[in-house]
């Protein structure tokens, strides 16, 4: 119940000229104080917002718009303000998770049995639906039946491997969510 004046008093200093300023930074100087502090780059867009990733015995604590970089000043978009979560979320799933057709419950997978799933399915896909030539006698060896989404948090190096593969086997569907 203590805290429920706090908000009134709280206006009040504030709306007598009193500065919080230097509380706010003290605040944020104990929050880090002890954390290790790593540039890195927001994974989600092209843009590249430059941020600091602080840890403290190798665990992200916080992660942080940087003030020195001259894209973002320190601002992230609601996407970049997000970046903790995708680290650090008990919500996040950590195992392949597999719901059979028709089946009401999700099914644990190991990692090797998934991606043996995806390709023999992707294997299936392209063998039914390949076309080596247009009917005016064209050659364009692609497939029309499957499409690539890359995700944003991909970084440039995953993408240009995926690009390869995908067109490797003929597809011609390619897009990045970053772009969408």
């Given at each position: ?52 990733v602080h840890t ?115 597809i011609v569907a ?7």
């Amino acid at each position: 119940m203590g805290g429920a004046g706090g908000a009134p008093a709280l206006t009040g200093l504030i709306a007598s000229g009193v500065s919080l300023a230097p509380t706010v930074a003290r605040a944020q100087a104990l929050r880090i104080r002890d954390a290790k502090t790593t540039p890195s780059v927001c994974p989600y867009c092209s843009v590249g917002c430059a941020t600091l990733v602080h840890t403290v015995e190798g665990k992200i604590v916080n992660i942080e718009g940087d003030p020195r970089s001259p894209h973002n000043e320190g601002c992230l978009c609601p996407k970049g303000a997000a970046i903790f979560q995708l680290h650090v979320n008990p919500n996040r799933p950590t195992q392949v998770l597999h719901r059979a057709p028709g089946a009401a419950d999700w099914e644990v997978w190991d990692l090797e049995r998934a991606m043996n799933r995806v390709a023999a399915l992707v294997k299936k896909t392209r063998d039914e639906t390949f076309v080596e030539t247009l009917p005016n006698g064209k050659l364009v060896n692609m497939t029309p039946a499957i499409f690539s989404l890359g995700g944003a948090t991909l970084e440039i190096e995953f993408n240009h491997l995926q690009q390869k593969l995908m067109r490797g086997l003929g597809i011609v569907a390619i897009e990045n969510q970053a772009r969408i």
